[in-house]
């Protein structure tokens, strides 16, 4: 009679330790990708409401009440919360509404990590904790001097995203006399899309989306890459003219592309959040004015925010964003 063979208990037991290794091992990895496509997909959802909204308001500035005092307990402002409940609210199903000094009640975190993963900031209460070129003197004189320090107000949708609301009641339209883009932003809503749950991070489950112009408003919520395009893309310097910018973000990513001039202004606008600082001041855009080797295009500046024109030829940063 011949012998079966069969498994040793021991080699069962080795079998399913190295089954349990390699779970330990991918499934981390698995359920970050499902978790990444979830979020960018309820992104996408999130900013066409958002937008369609937006689409169907006469104006976005005005709304509220601004009037700095010499303190904070002289200013009086009701501008970010009256925007929601004035003017959003009846173009947008919204659940909760939490003026100033209430973020948390609507889900907003205390802390936020910002793209890199590596730094951990305090979620901002007003427009100038979101970025500080906004409304600092130094960038704000004259024509630029149109964005008022209003507290953040937040709200909840009925989806379960966690919206926290800047509101410049100031803003005014897309001028050809004036490129400075804080004068055009009216609102920029940072959310979380699952409250206060974590990660909590820019370009997972935070992001932001940006209102510019207060007549013909354009909306745009832009997911940035992590990095500026340089030697991480072979045969290309740290710098590139407008053509190779766009090259360069195919290259890096076939779900990266270069932003537009809204775009690349909303990254501006919420610098702070994705680390980009005045080490590199200016970004291509890929809104283009005239082509040809002497066409111009739009580039935008971080040290101040001034969005120019220039020749398609000069070598400027890249930062590409996802489609």
């Given at each position: 009679m011949k012998k079966k063979k069969g498994f040793t208990l021991a080699e069962i037991l080795i079998t399913l330790a190295i089954i349990g290794i390699v779970a330990a091992i991918t499934l981390p990895s698995l359920l970050v990708n499902v978790n990444e496509k979830a979020w960018d997909a309820q992104k996408k959802a999130l900013h066409?409401?958002?937008?369609?909204?937006?689409?169907?308001?006469?104006?976005?500035?005005?709304?509220?009440?601004?009037?700095?005092?010499?303190?904070?307990?002289?200013?009086?402002?009701?501008?970010?919360?009256?925007?929601i409940l004035d003017a959003l609210s009846k173009v947008y199903k919204i659940n909760n509404v939490c003026g100033p000094d209430k973020l948390s009640s609507c889900g907003i975190p205390s802390k936020i990590t910002t793209l890199n993963g590596t730094t951990e900031l305090t979620f901002p209460t007003k427009i100038s904790e979101l970025n500080e070129k906004l409304t600092n003197g130094s960038y704000t004189t004259g024509e630029i001097g149109t964005v008022a320090d209003t507290k953040a107000s937040a709200f909840e949708t009925v989806n379960g995203e966690s919206i926290a609301v800047f509101y410049n009641p100031l803003c005014g339209p897309d001028?050809?006399?004036?490129?400075?883009?804080?004068?055009?932003?009216?609102?920029?809503?940072?959310?979380?899309?699952?409250?206060?749950?974590?990660?909590?991070?820019?370009?997972?489950?935070?992001?932001?989306?940006?209102?510019?112009?207060?007549?013909?408003?354009?909306?745009?919520?832009?997911?940035?890459?992590?990095?500026?395009?340089?030697?991480?893309?072979?045969?290309?310097?740290?710098?590139?003219?407008?053509?190779?910018?766009?090259?360069?973000?195919?290259?890096?990513?076939?779900?990266?592309?270069?932003?537009?001039?809204?775009?690349?202004?909303?990254?501006?606008i919420n610098a702070p959040l994705i680390d980009l600082g005045e080490s590199i001041n200016n970004y291509w855009s890929s809104s283009i004015i005239s082509s040809g080797a002497s066409g111009l295009a739009w580039r935008q500046l971080f040290n101040g925010g001034y969005r120019a024109r220039n020749a398609r030829s000069v070598t400027y940063s890249v930062r590409c964003v996802r489609k």
């Amino acid at each position: 009679m011949k012998k079966k063979k069969g498994f040793t208990l021991a080699e069962i037991l080795i079998t399913l330790a190295i089954i349990g290794i390699v779970a330990a091992i991918t499934l981390p990895s698995l359920l970050v990708n499902v978790n990444e496509k979830a979020w960018d997909a309820q992104k996408k959802a999130l900013h066409a409401r958002l937008a369609q909204a937006i689409g169907q308001m006469n104006t976005l500035g005005g709304y509220g009440t601004y009037t700095k005092g010499e303190t904070d307990a002289e200013t009086v402002d009701t501008a970010a919360e009256s925007f929601i409940l004035d003017a959003l609210s009846k173009v947008y199903k919204i659940n909760n509404v939490c003026g100033p000094d209430k973020l948390s009640s609507c889900g907003i975190p205390s802390k936020i990590t910002t793209l890199n993963g590596t730094t951990e900031l305090t979620f901002p209460t007003k427009i100038s904790e979101l970025n500080e070129k906004l409304t600092n003197g130094s960038y704000t004189t004259g024509e630029i001097g149109t964005v008022a320090d209003t507290k953040a107000s937040a709200f909840e949708t009925v989806n379960g995203e966690s919206i926290a609301v800047f509101y410049n009641p100031l803003c005014g339209p897309d001028s050809s006399t004036n490129h400075y883009i804080q004068n055009k932003m009216c609102v920029n809503f940072v959310y979380d899309l699952n409250g206060s749950e974590g990660p909590n991070q820019i370009g997972k489950d935070v992001g932001f989306i940006t209102a510019f112009y207060n007549k013909n408003p354009v909306v745009v919520a832009p997911i940035p890459y992590n990095k500026d395009y340089s030697a991480t893309v072979p045969l290309y310097s740290d710098n590139a003219n407008t053509i190779d910018a766009i090259s360069a973000c195919k290259t890096m990513g076939e779900d990266l592309r270069l932003p537009n001039r809204d775009e690349i202004g909303s990254l501006y606008i919420n610098a702070p959040l994705i680390d980009l600082g005045e080490s590199i001041n200016n970004y291509w855009s890929s809104s283009i004015i005239s082509s040809g080797a002497s066409g111009l295009a739009w580039r935008q500046l971080f040290n101040g925010g001034y969005r120019a024109r220039n020749a398609r030829s000069v070598t400027y940063s890249v930062r590409c964003v996802r489609k």
